[in-house]
Protein backbone atom coordinates (compact mmCIF):
# COMPACT_ATOMS: atom_id res chain seq x y z
CA UNK A 1 0.00 0.00 0.00
CA UNK A 2 1.74 3.45 -1.04
CA UNK A 3 2.15 5.69 1.44
CA UNK A 4 0.20 9.21 1.19
CA UNK A 5 2.29 11.89 0.84
CA UNK A 6 2.40 14.74 3.51
CA UNK A 7 2.41 18.02 2.21
CA UNK A 8 5.17 20.33 3.51
CA UNK A 9 3.99 22.96 5.82
CA UNK A 10 3.79 26.17 4.69
CA UNK A 11 5.23 28.71 6.58
CA UNK A 12 2.63 31.07 8.96
CA UNK A 13 3.73 34.89 7.94
CA UNK A 14 5.31 36.58 10.96
CA UNK A 15 2.67 39.64 11.16
CA UNK A 16 5.28 42.62 10.97
CA UNK A 17 6.17 44.05 14.63
CA UNK A 18 5.90 47.72 13.60
CA UNK A 19 2.76 48.50 14.81
CA UNK A 20 3.69 47.02 18.19
CA UNK A 21 6.89 49.35 17.75
CA UNK A 22 4.64 52.51 17.34
CA UNK A 23 2.49 51.87 20.39
CA UNK A 24 5.79 51.46 22.14
CA UNK A 25 6.47 54.61 21.02
CA UNK A 26 3.59 56.61 21.72
CA UNK A 27 3.43 55.03 25.22
CA UNK A 28 6.51 56.94 25.76
CA UNK A 29 5.84 59.61 24.21
CA UNK A 30 2.35 59.98 26.27
CA UNK A 31 4.48 59.38 29.48
CA UNK A 32 6.97 62.23 28.69
CA UNK A 33 4.36 64.68 27.89
CA UNK A 34 2.89 64.03 31.37
CA UNK A 35 6.13 64.21 33.23
CA UNK A 36 6.90 68.04 31.30
CA UNK A 37 3.20 68.63 32.22
CA UNK A 38 3.54 67.78 36.08
CA UNK A 39 6.95 69.98 35.67
CA UNK A 40 5.17 72.88 34.68
CA UNK A 41 2.31 72.54 37.53
CA UNK A 42 4.41 72.06 40.21
CA UNK A 43 6.54 75.45 38.58
CA UNK A 44 3.97 77.16 38.67
CA UNK A 45 2.45 76.66 41.91
CA UNK A 46 6.41 77.44 42.93
CA UNK A 47 6.01 80.70 41.49
CA UNK A 48 2.65 81.10 43.08
CA UNK A 49 3.60 80.27 46.76
CA UNK A 50 6.73 82.73 46.35
CA UNK A 51 4.57 85.51 44.91
CA UNK A 52 2.47 84.74 47.73
CA UNK A 53 4.86 84.73 50.41
CA UNK A 54 6.52 88.41 49.02
CA UNK A 55 2.82 89.56 48.96
CA UNK A 56 2.42 88.90 52.57
CA UNK A 57 5.37 90.36 53.91
CA UNK A 58 5.31 92.70 51.80
CA UNK A 59 1.63 93.87 54.02
CA UNK A 60 2.97 92.52 57.14
CA UNK A 61 6.41 93.45 57.48
CA UNK A 62 6.89 96.25 55.21
CA UNK A 63 9.44 94.62 52.64
CA UNK A 64 10.06 96.73 50.24
CA UNK A 65 12.45 97.00 47.20
CA UNK A 66 15.50 96.28 48.93
CA UNK A 67 14.49 93.49 50.87
CA UNK A 68 13.29 91.73 47.08
CA UNK A 69 16.93 92.45 46.07
CA UNK A 70 18.48 91.17 48.97
CA UNK A 71 16.06 87.87 48.57
CA UNK A 72 17.18 87.69 45.42
CA UNK A 73 20.70 87.59 46.22
CA UNK A 74 20.91 85.10 48.78
CA UNK A 75 18.74 82.54 46.66
CA UNK A 76 22.28 82.90 44.38
CA UNK A 77 24.31 82.89 47.11
CA UNK A 78 22.83 79.66 48.73
CA UNK A 79 21.91 78.29 45.33
CA UNK A 80 24.31 79.42 42.60
CA UNK A 81 23.01 77.21 39.77
CA UNK A 82 19.42 78.39 40.09
CA UNK A 83 18.31 80.25 37.51
CA UNK A 84 14.98 82.62 37.09
CA UNK A 85 15.11 84.27 40.54
CA UNK A 86 15.91 87.72 39.89
CA UNK A 87 14.57 90.88 42.08
CA UNK A 88 12.67 91.74 39.00
CA UNK A 89 11.68 88.03 38.05
CA UNK A 90 10.63 87.98 42.12
CA UNK A 91 8.51 91.07 41.68
CA UNK A 92 6.75 89.14 38.36
CA UNK A 93 6.04 86.50 40.86
CA UNK A 94 4.00 88.95 43.26
CA UNK A 95 2.41 90.42 40.57
CA UNK A 96 1.01 86.72 39.28
CA UNK A 97 -0.15 85.92 42.59
CA UNK A 98 -1.88 89.67 43.44
CA UNK A 99 -3.63 89.57 40.14
CA UNK A 100 -5.22 86.10 40.30
CA UNK A 101 -5.75 85.29 44.04
CA UNK A 102 -9.24 86.52 43.55
CA UNK A 103 -10.25 84.03 41.00
CA UNK A 104 -10.14 80.37 41.81
CA UNK A 105 -11.46 79.06 38.72
CA UNK A 106 -8.40 80.43 36.51
CA UNK A 107 -6.41 78.08 39.01
CA UNK A 108 -5.94 75.16 36.54
CA UNK A 109 -5.74 76.74 33.36
CA UNK A 110 -3.15 79.20 34.94
CA UNK A 111 -1.07 75.59 35.29
CA UNK A 112 -1.89 74.45 32.10
CA UNK A 113 0.67 77.06 30.56
CA UNK A 114 4.13 78.01 30.67
CA UNK A 115 5.57 80.42 32.61
CA UNK A 116 6.56 82.20 29.66
CA UNK A 117 2.84 82.25 28.35
CA UNK A 118 1.43 83.49 31.67
CA UNK A 119 3.92 86.19 31.72
CA UNK A 120 2.97 87.31 28.31
CA UNK A 121 -0.75 87.45 29.19
CA UNK A 122 -0.06 88.87 32.62
CA UNK A 123 2.07 92.07 31.10
CA UNK A 124 0.09 92.52 27.86
CA UNK A 125 -3.60 92.57 29.00
CA UNK A 126 -5.21 95.14 30.42
CA UNK A 127 -8.33 93.83 32.04
CA UNK A 128 -9.74 90.77 33.86
CA UNK A 129 -11.47 89.80 30.82
CA UNK A 130 -9.00 89.74 27.88
CA UNK A 131 -6.42 87.78 30.59
CA UNK A 132 -9.30 84.95 31.23
CA UNK A 133 -9.75 84.94 26.89
CA UNK A 134 -6.13 84.70 26.11
CA UNK A 135 -5.79 82.09 29.38
CA UNK A 136 -8.65 80.06 28.01
CA UNK A 137 -7.76 80.31 23.68
CA UNK A 138 -4.10 78.91 24.54
CA UNK A 139 -4.86 76.39 26.77
CA UNK A 140 -7.81 75.21 23.95
CA UNK A 141 -5.72 76.17 21.00
CA UNK A 142 -2.62 74.88 22.67
CA UNK A 143 -0.73 77.80 21.01
CA UNK A 144 3.06 77.70 21.36
CA UNK A 145 4.70 80.80 22.88
CA UNK A 146 5.18 82.47 19.47
CA UNK A 147 1.32 82.10 18.23
CA UNK A 148 0.28 83.38 21.26
CA UNK A 149 2.60 86.54 20.76
CA UNK A 150 0.98 86.75 17.16
CA UNK A 151 -2.72 86.51 18.26
CA UNK A 152 -1.95 89.06 21.00
CA UNK A 153 -0.26 91.54 18.41
CA UNK A 154 -3.14 90.83 15.98
CA UNK A 155 -5.47 92.21 19.02
CA UNK A 156 -7.44 88.87 19.02
CA UNK A 157 -9.13 90.08 22.03
CA UNK A 158 -10.46 93.09 20.84
CA UNK A 159 -11.60 92.24 17.41
CA UNK A 160 -13.18 89.28 19.29
CA UNK A 161 -15.33 91.89 21.43
CA UNK A 162 -16.11 94.85 18.59
CA UNK A 163 -16.85 92.25 15.94
CA UNK A 164 -18.57 88.66 17.27
CA UNK A 165 -19.23 86.68 14.58
CA UNK A 166 -22.90 86.93 12.92
CA UNK A 167 -24.22 83.56 12.03
CA UNK A 168 -27.46 82.78 10.25
CA UNK A 169 -30.06 81.70 12.23
CA UNK A 170 -29.92 78.10 10.79
CA UNK A 171 -26.54 78.04 11.97
CA UNK A 172 -27.05 79.15 15.24
CA UNK A 173 -29.66 76.53 15.25
CA UNK A 174 -28.37 73.44 14.11
CA UNK A 175 -24.69 74.00 15.43
CA UNK A 176 -24.93 75.88 19.01
CA UNK A 177 -20.99 75.62 19.19
CA UNK A 178 -20.79 77.74 16.03
CA UNK A 179 -20.32 80.86 17.79
CA UNK A 180 -17.42 79.34 20.04
CA UNK A 181 -15.83 78.24 17.00
CA UNK A 182 -15.23 80.71 14.22
CA UNK A 183 -14.02 84.13 14.27
CA UNK A 184 -15.56 87.77 12.21
CA UNK A 185 -12.28 87.97 10.99
CA UNK A 186 -8.99 85.73 10.05
CA UNK A 187 -5.90 87.25 9.95
CA UNK A 188 -3.57 86.43 7.19
CA UNK A 189 -0.31 88.18 7.44
CA UNK A 190 1.68 85.28 7.08
CA UNK A 191 0.45 84.64 3.78
CA UNK A 192 2.69 88.26 2.31
CA UNK A 193 -0.31 88.91 -0.41
CA UNK A 194 0.25 92.29 -2.40
CA UNK A 195 -2.81 94.74 -2.33
CA UNK A 196 -3.58 93.84 -6.22
CA UNK A 197 -3.48 89.70 -5.41
CA UNK A 198 -6.00 87.90 -7.21
CA UNK A 199 -8.48 85.30 -5.53
CA UNK A 200 -5.87 82.09 -7.01
CA UNK A 201 -3.15 84.13 -5.31
CA UNK A 202 -4.86 84.03 -1.75
CA UNK A 203 -5.89 80.44 -2.46
CA UNK A 204 -3.02 78.96 -3.14
CA UNK A 205 -1.15 80.73 -0.55
CA UNK A 206 -3.54 79.24 2.14
CA UNK A 207 -2.72 75.63 0.74
CA UNK A 208 0.83 76.65 0.50
CA UNK A 209 0.53 77.67 4.42
CA UNK A 210 -1.88 75.64 5.44
CA UNK A 211 -0.39 74.89 9.06
CA UNK A 212 -0.41 78.23 10.06
CA UNK A 213 -4.11 78.36 8.21
CA UNK A 214 -5.24 75.72 10.46
CA UNK A 215 -3.84 77.40 13.65
CA UNK A 216 -5.58 80.48 12.16
CA UNK A 217 -8.67 78.85 12.08
CA UNK A 218 -8.76 76.47 15.36
CA UNK A 219 -7.34 73.30 16.36
CA UNK A 220 -10.45 71.27 15.71
CA UNK A 221 -10.38 72.14 11.80
CA UNK A 222 -8.75 69.46 9.66
CA UNK A 223 -7.98 69.99 5.63
CA UNK A 224 -10.30 67.78 3.26
CA UNK A 225 -8.94 69.45 -0.04
CA UNK A 226 -8.57 72.12 -2.15
CA UNK A 227 -10.83 73.24 -5.43
CA UNK A 228 -13.04 70.32 -4.02
CA UNK A 229 -15.03 68.72 -7.21
CA UNK A 230 -18.68 68.12 -6.71
CA UNK A 231 -21.33 67.16 -9.63
CA UNK A 232 -24.68 68.43 -9.77
CA UNK A 233 -26.62 66.97 -13.31
CA UNK A 234 -24.28 66.92 -15.43
CA UNK A 235 -21.80 70.14 -14.21
CA UNK A 236 -18.90 70.06 -12.36
CA UNK A 237 -18.54 72.42 -9.48
CA UNK A 238 -15.41 73.47 -7.38
CA UNK A 239 -15.35 74.28 -3.90
CA UNK A 240 -12.64 76.48 -3.14
CA UNK A 241 -11.34 75.32 0.10
CA UNK A 242 -13.06 72.10 2.52
CA UNK A 243 -12.29 71.41 5.88
CA UNK A 244 -14.13 69.23 8.75
CA UNK A 245 -14.20 70.37 12.43
CA UNK A 246 -14.12 67.57 14.27
CA UNK A 247 -15.80 69.51 17.29
CA UNK A 248 -19.04 70.58 15.25
CA UNK A 249 -18.61 67.21 13.30
CA UNK A 250 -19.59 68.78 9.91
CA UNK A 251 -17.52 69.84 6.56
CA UNK A 252 -16.85 73.17 6.65
CA UNK A 253 -16.63 74.97 2.95
CA UNK A 254 -14.29 78.09 2.35
CA UNK A 255 -15.69 80.30 -0.45
CA UNK A 256 -12.61 82.80 -1.51
CA UNK A 257 -13.89 86.47 -2.28
CA UNK A 258 -11.40 89.30 -3.08
CA UNK A 259 -13.38 91.90 -3.02
CA UNK A 260 -16.27 93.26 -0.72
CA UNK A 261 -18.68 91.10 0.29
CA UNK A 262 -21.98 90.93 -2.56
CA UNK A 263 -25.37 89.40 -1.30
CA UNK A 264 -25.56 87.42 -4.49
CA UNK A 265 -22.21 85.28 -3.20
CA UNK A 266 -24.86 83.59 -0.32
CA UNK A 267 -26.48 81.91 -3.38
CA UNK A 268 -23.57 80.07 -4.57
CA UNK A 269 -22.53 79.23 -1.21
CA UNK A 270 -26.12 77.59 -0.69
CA UNK A 271 -25.46 75.54 -3.76
CA UNK A 272 -22.30 73.93 -2.54
CA UNK A 273 -23.66 73.55 0.99
CA UNK A 274 -26.80 71.50 -0.74
CA UNK A 275 -24.82 69.59 -2.63
CA UNK A 276 -22.27 68.43 0.02
CA UNK A 277 -25.16 67.75 2.57
CA UNK A 278 -26.74 65.44 -0.45
CA UNK A 279 -23.78 63.60 -1.96
CA UNK A 280 -20.73 64.24 0.41
CA UNK A 281 -21.52 64.55 3.90
CA UNK A 282 -21.83 60.65 5.82
CA UNK A 283 -24.98 59.93 7.93
CA UNK A 284 -23.22 60.51 11.20
CA UNK A 285 -22.25 63.82 10.38
CA UNK A 286 -24.00 67.17 11.39
CA UNK A 287 -25.19 69.72 8.29
CA UNK A 288 -22.40 71.15 6.04
CA UNK A 289 -21.28 74.41 7.41
CA UNK A 290 -20.41 77.51 4.94
CA UNK A 291 -18.22 80.37 5.29
CA UNK A 292 -17.63 83.51 2.64
CA UNK A 293 -14.21 84.88 3.37
CA UNK A 294 -14.31 88.36 1.16
CA UNK A 295 -11.87 91.04 1.30
CA UNK A 296 -14.26 93.18 3.29
CA UNK A 297 -18.04 93.77 3.98
CA UNK A 298 -21.08 96.06 5.38
CA UNK A 299 -22.11 94.33 8.63
CA UNK A 300 -25.20 95.84 8.13
CA UNK A 301 -25.57 94.41 4.42
CA UNK A 302 -24.31 91.04 6.24
CA UNK A 303 -26.93 91.90 8.34
CA UNK A 304 -29.63 91.77 5.42
CA UNK A 305 -28.48 88.77 3.62
CA UNK A 306 -28.04 86.21 6.52
CA UNK A 307 -31.54 87.21 7.72
CA UNK A 308 -32.74 85.50 4.55
CA UNK A 309 -29.99 82.60 4.60
CA UNK A 310 -32.21 79.17 4.59
CA UNK A 311 -28.22 77.24 4.76
CA UNK A 312 -25.57 76.57 7.82
CA UNK A 313 -24.05 80.08 6.27
CA UNK A 314 -21.31 82.77 7.84
CA UNK A 315 -19.54 85.85 6.68
CA UNK A 316 -15.62 86.30 7.57
CA UNK A 317 -13.48 88.95 6.11
CA UNK A 318 -9.66 88.02 6.38
CA UNK A 319 -6.68 90.77 7.10
CA UNK A 320 -3.31 90.86 5.28
CA UNK A 321 -2.02 93.24 7.88
CA UNK A 322 -1.90 93.50 11.18
CA UNK A 323 -4.54 95.55 12.40
CA UNK A 324 -4.02 99.18 14.47
CA UNK A 325 -3.78 97.41 18.08
CA UNK A 326 -3.95 100.94 19.64
CA UNK A 327 -7.43 102.28 17.25
CA UNK A 328 -8.59 99.04 18.59
CA UNK A 329 -8.01 99.48 22.17
CA UNK A 330 -9.58 103.02 22.07
CA UNK A 331 -12.68 101.54 20.21
CA UNK A 332 -12.61 98.74 23.22
CA UNK A 333 -12.73 101.33 26.18
CA UNK A 334 -15.67 103.37 24.07
CA UNK A 335 -17.80 99.87 24.18
CA UNK A 336 -16.87 99.23 27.68
CA UNK A 337 -17.43 102.64 28.66
CA UNK A 338 -21.41 103.01 27.14
CA UNK A 339 -21.96 99.11 28.28
CA UNK A 340 -21.30 99.60 31.97
CA UNK A 341 -23.54 102.61 31.36
CA UNK A 342 -26.48 100.70 30.60
CA UNK A 343 -25.58 96.99 31.92
CA UNK A 344 -23.21 94.55 33.86
CA UNK A 345 -21.51 93.06 31.30
CA UNK A 346 -21.59 89.02 30.86
CA UNK A 347 -18.66 86.38 32.70
CA UNK A 348 -16.59 85.10 30.16
CA UNK A 349 -17.59 81.59 29.90
CA UNK A 350 -15.99 80.34 26.63
CA UNK A 351 -13.05 81.97 23.72
CA UNK A 352 -15.52 84.32 22.89
CA UNK A 353 -16.46 87.14 25.34
CA UNK A 354 -19.67 87.58 24.38
CA UNK A 355 -21.58 84.98 22.16
CA UNK A 356 -22.32 85.40 18.55
CA UNK A 357 -25.82 85.91 17.91
CA UNK A 358 -27.90 84.67 15.05
CA UNK A 359 -29.37 87.03 12.14
CA UNK A 360 -32.92 86.56 12.68
CA UNK A 361 -35.22 87.31 10.21
CA UNK A 362 -37.49 90.53 10.74
CA UNK A 363 -40.67 90.20 12.85
CA UNK A 364 -43.82 88.74 11.07
CA UNK A 365 -42.03 87.60 8.05
CA UNK A 366 -40.22 84.49 7.03
CA UNK A 367 -37.42 83.53 6.06
Given at each position: ??????????????????????E??????????????????????????????I????????????????????????????????????WR???????????????????????????????R?K??????????????????????????????????????????????????????????????????????????????????R?????????????????????????R???????????????????????????????????????????????????????????????????E????????????????????????????????????????????????????????????????
Amino acid sequence: MAKKKIPPKTAVPTPSPLADFEEVLRLIEAARDRAVSAVNKELIDLYWNIGEHISRKIAAAGWGQGTVEALAGHIRQRQPNTRGFSASNLWRMMQFYETYRGQPKLATLLRELSWSHNLAILSRSKRDEEREFYLRMASRERWSFRELQRQLNGALFERTVLAPPKLSTPLAELHPEAGTVFKDSYLLEFLDLPPDHSEADLQRGLVERLKEFLIELGRDFCFVGSYYPVQVGRRDFEIDLLFFNRALNALVAFELKIEEFQPAHLGQLEFYLEALDRDVRKPHERPSIGVLLCATKDREVVEYALSRAASPAMVAEYQTRLPDKELLQAKLHEFYALAQAHVVLPALEGPHPFPAKPIKPPKGKKP
